[in-house]
């Protein structure tokens, strides 16, 4: 009899390879998707096996053997991939809802070690701007609210301009969590200056496209005709105003034009009189050819009487000229 003894590396090398050939791989580890959609996951065995079972939401949902045969819940299935490959499993969830989300476990009967991957479940909620369309007058500061209300997790709210991005600096967002949902509001200030198309849009890693909502800002040219008319009204007053004033003015001056004339031409006159009087010849008289000399004392008695009266008056009205002030006379 002869005994064969196995080399320790050959025995080493041999357990490596079985454990290579009894081996199941699970794809995706990690998938995330939309609430009431469907999810596949496949198992891969590399070896010969019997039976395969599948675990969701905490406890076992899907039985399927090699030849074929699957026991499972509702909302669950499994196939192979290929009619003739026993090899690969699709195990399928449908309409997905929040409490599958967790650990999705496939476990082959035998020396095989359990795969495990994790199933995340996001839901799309609403989405609506408030108050609708807007109208407002040029430069005037508008405010638009939009909310996104049922959302896990919380939606990422952006915002566009007849479809352009508006800058994050004129909005601002808060969330808060209720009933195991987000709830989102943003609100959006800017000064209008154009008619145009306001977009609210919401976004999950899940979503194909962002939800939306829009309306639109219809902004209105100022109304210069109220101001026209208050600037008319008071420009108008103040002509008026200006008016009365200048009339008034006018009146005064030349009144006072006329008293200054009727006075310089009563001076004038005054003057003129006293000139005539205290020329000369006014004085002295004139030369009288048939004047004769009467040696009678009550004769000549009366004639220098005569003389000394004139002589008197003239002086008086000498000195009433002196004392008045000279004035240059401008007649208009």
């Known amino acids: 009899m002869v005994l064969w003894k196995i080399p320790p590396v050959l025995l080493c090398m041999s357990v490596l390879l079985r454990s290579v050939e009894m081996e ?3 794809e995706p580890m990690n998938a995330t998707v939309l609430l009431g959609s469907d999810i596949q996951f496949y198992a891969r065995v590399q070896g010969s096996w019997d039976i395969m079972t599948w675990q969701a939401r905490g406890f076992q949902v899907l039985t399927i053997r090699k030849n074929g045969e699957v026991t499972s819940e509702n909302g669950f299935s499994a196939v192979f991939c290929q009619d003739t490959e026993t090899s690969c499993v699709q195990f399928t969830i449908y309409n997905i809802s929040r409490a599958d989300a967790g650990p999705v476990s496939c476990i082959v009967q035998g020396s095989y070690a359990p795969q495990t991957a994790y199933l995340s479940v996001q839901e799309s909620g609403t989405l609506r701007i408030l108050g609708g369309n807007q109208t407002v007058n040029q430069v005037q500061q508008v405010r638009f609210q939009c909310v996104a ?9 952006s915002w566009s301009e007849n479809g352009q ?3 994050s600096s004129l909005f601002n967002t808060s ?3 209720s009933g195991g949902v987000y709830n989102s509001t943003s609100i ?10 306001i977009k609210c849009l919401a976004s999950i890693s899940t979503l194909q496209e962002p939800l939306s909502d829009a309306v639109f800002l219809t902004v209105v040219p100022p109304d210069w005709t109220v101001l026209v008319a208050v600037v008319v009204s008071f420009g108008s007053c103040a002509l008026l105003v200006l008016l009365i004033v200048g009339i008034v003015f006018y009146n005064k001056r030349r009144k006072s ?5 009727t006075d310089e031409m009563r001076k004038v006159r005054t003057q003129s009189h006293i000139s ?3 020329s000369p010849e006014n004085r002295r008289g004139r030369d009288n050819p048939s004047f004769q000399v009467h040696t009678a004392e009550s004769g000549d008695v009366s004639t220098n009487q005569h003389s ?3 002589d008197a008056q003239v002086k008086d009205l000498v000195k009433q000229a002196q004392s008045m002030k000279h004035r240059h006379v401008t007649i208009v």
Not at 257 to 261: S, V
């Open 24 to 26: 199941v791989q699970l």
């Open 149 to 157: 209300a049922g959302w896990y997790p919380a939606p990422s709210i």
């Open 165 to 167: 991005a508006v800058d």
């Open 175 to 177: 969330s808060s969590i």
């Open 188 to 197: 959006l200030s800017f000064s209008a200056s154009s008619s145009t198309t």
């Open 257 to 261: 034009k006329q008293l200054n004339y």
């Open 276 to 278: 005539s009087i205290t």
């Open 308 to 310: 000394s009266s004139n």
